[in-house]
């Protein structure tokens, strides 16, 4: 028999492994295989040498692990009802009351619009999983959703600023306002706004849908958050999140700017005007102010609870979730409490829908 060398293998045995929770009720969507190769080395001891590969295949779904106390479900429920409610109702008035045909009351009802879908990407799916205990989202399913969340979220602040630069024009350039905020012009800042939502979130968006997946596939969280699936890939992931964190933030920040720009200009306007006009046009902005505020401000919350790694989970998951309904929850309130035109267009619809139902009771009299 010759000698052996130090690259000669013995023997090679492979070992499959699964992991210990699978065996508990999870999917076993993940394996290792383990390479135990034997040799010797030039002083004729024996050597073994551990590589391990992976043997697991692509996850299928993932499982939405986020708050258990089911507690939450009513409340999830009256806030989706509520929000549904409101922005339908700002939708239908400006739709059918002639006196809020004007460019901030079609911005206003785009933005309603937005943030309906904006809510019903997630808040059904939560609901689904608190009343059937079901999960389970599907790998495609999952992407869809973190991609509308992120490009709704996105397109909301693209509103908010075409709604600025409206207020803008009109306090700033009350005498040419009609000249420049044509129908034509209006239809194109909304087209820039949704394009804008759309298209700044494909890059991570498609980046994370071509990430593999080989498990676990436990979601932590209430809905396919970006930063919590991603987490889950099998490869290093840095590179994906330095293009989302970058991309969020010009998203937010060029947004901010522009806004910041817009009151800056009406505040330097405001200054040679006289008290009366000061106040008409603090009631003008005020509604938008504080819309915006609460969407920034929830916004650098839940970008504050992701970079702190001491903070908890389940406190994590409840930020992320009041940023994805706190917004389109207060935007009708708001606008409601703040607007006079709102409120008569309101009061108007009232009288409408009773008379209406007035007369549809009379009954025709019968010939004798």
């Known amino acids: ?20 929770n699978s065996w508990a009720g999870d999917a076993p969507i993940s394996s290792m295989g383990v390479l135990l190769r034997f040799s010797r080395d030039r002083s004729g001891s024996a ?21 258990k106390d089911r507690y939450v479900l009513p409340i ?5 009802v509520t929000v549904l409610s409101g922005n339908s109702m700002i939708i239908y008035l400006v739709r059918t009351d002639p006196k809020l045909n004007t460019p901030m009351y079609f911005f206003l009802h785009n933005l309603s619009f937005s943030d309906i879908v904006f809510t019903s990407v997630t808040i059904p799916k939560m609901l689904s999983v608190f009343l059937t205990e079901v999960k389970t989202i599907s790998k495609t399913g999952c992407f869809v959703q973190m991609y509308f969340f992120l490009s709704f979220g996105v397109t909301g602040r693209a509103l908010l ?15 040419r306002y009609s ?19 759309s298209v700044m979130v494909l890059p991570p968006a498609i980046w994370a849908t071509l990430l593999p997946y080989c498990g676990p596939n436990t979601v932590r969280h209430m809905f396919c958050d970006h930063s919590s699936v991603v987490s889950l890939a099998c490869v290093d992931t840095t590179r994906n999140g330095i293009l989302s964190l970058t991309n969020a933030l010009i998203a937010l920040l060029s947004t901010f700017l522009f806004i910041l720009i817009s009151y800056v200009c009406i505040g330097k306007a405001m200054r040679k005007m006289s008290k009366a006009q000061q106040l008409k046009v603090a009631g003008t902005c005020v509604s938008h102010l504080t819309v915006v505020c609460i969407s920034y401000i929830s916004a650098a919350f839940v970008y504050i609870s992701y970079r702190v790694a001491k903070f908890d989970p389940d406190v994590r998951i409840v930020i992320a979730v009041l940023y994805s309904v706190l917004t389109p929850l207060l935007n009708p309130i708001i606008y ?12 108007r619809a009232f009288c409408r829908c009773t008379i209406a139902s007035k007369t549809s009771r009379k009954t025709v009299p019968s010939v004798a």
């Open 1 to 20: 028999m010759r000698g052996f060398n130090n690259s000669d293998v013995i023997a090679s045995l492979v070992l499959s492994l699964r992991p210990i």
């Open 47 to 67: 050597c073994v040498h551990i590589t391990t590969m992976n043997t697991s295949r692509p996850v299928e779904y993932f499982i939405l692990d986020g708050l």
């Open 76 to 80: 999830f429920f009256t806030v989706y």
């Open 161 to 175: 600023t075409v709604m600025a630069f409206d207020r803008y024009v009109a306090i700033c350039n009350p005498l």
């Open 179 to 197: 000249t420049i905020m044509t129908r034509r012009l209006c239809f194109l800042l909304i087209f820039a706004a949704w394009g804008f939502g």
């Open 336 to 347: 409601s409490l703040r607007n006079k035109e709102l409120q008569n267009a309101i009061k």
